[in-house]
Nanobody, 124 residues
Framework: QVQLIESGGGLVQAGGSLRLSCKAS????????MTWFRQAPGKEREFVAT????????YYADSAKDRFIISRDNGKGTVYLQMNSLKPEDTAVYYC?????????????????WGKGALVTVSS
């Protein structure tokens, strides 16, 4: 049974930082590219960041570049999203997602497994 469980969401003030974690189980974590998506209220889900299976390569949405850092610990089966300089527009449900394919661009249709999401609220 594959499970992706996000944690670390919550309320933070604008300019602050938050670190999301996604613990994976039921799959060989080191074989999967891991991606963070987010969905703000009333908006479509959008790509945030991706990290390759070995952790060598990372890719970010323009909105996340220079503020967010994606990382992973394959020994712990966990992917992280360090979010700095948070803005109110970062408020969203953040979803962890796993993809067995090798890609430089990850779309929703590419995802094999999804987490249930973690709410991040950034107050102004």
């Amino acid at each position: 049974q594959v499970q992706l469980i996000e944690s670390g969401g919550g309320l933070v003030q604008a300019g602050g930082s938050l670190r999301l974690s996604c613990k994976a189980s039921g799959l060989t974590f080191s074989l999967y590219m891991m991606t963070w998506f987010r969905q703000a209220p009333g908006k479509e889900r959008e790509f945030v960041a991706t990290i390759s299976a070995g952790g060598t390569n990372t890719y970010y949405a323009d909105s996340a570049k220079d503020r967010f850092i994606i990382s992973r610990d394959n020994g712990k089966g966990t992917v992280y999203l360090q979010m700095n300089s948070l803005k109110p527009e970062d408020t969203a449900v953040y979803y962890c997602a796993a993809d067995r394919s090798i890609r430089t661009i990850v779309r929703e249709k590419d995802i094999d497994y999804w987490g249930k999401g973690a709410l991040v609220t950034v107050s102004s």
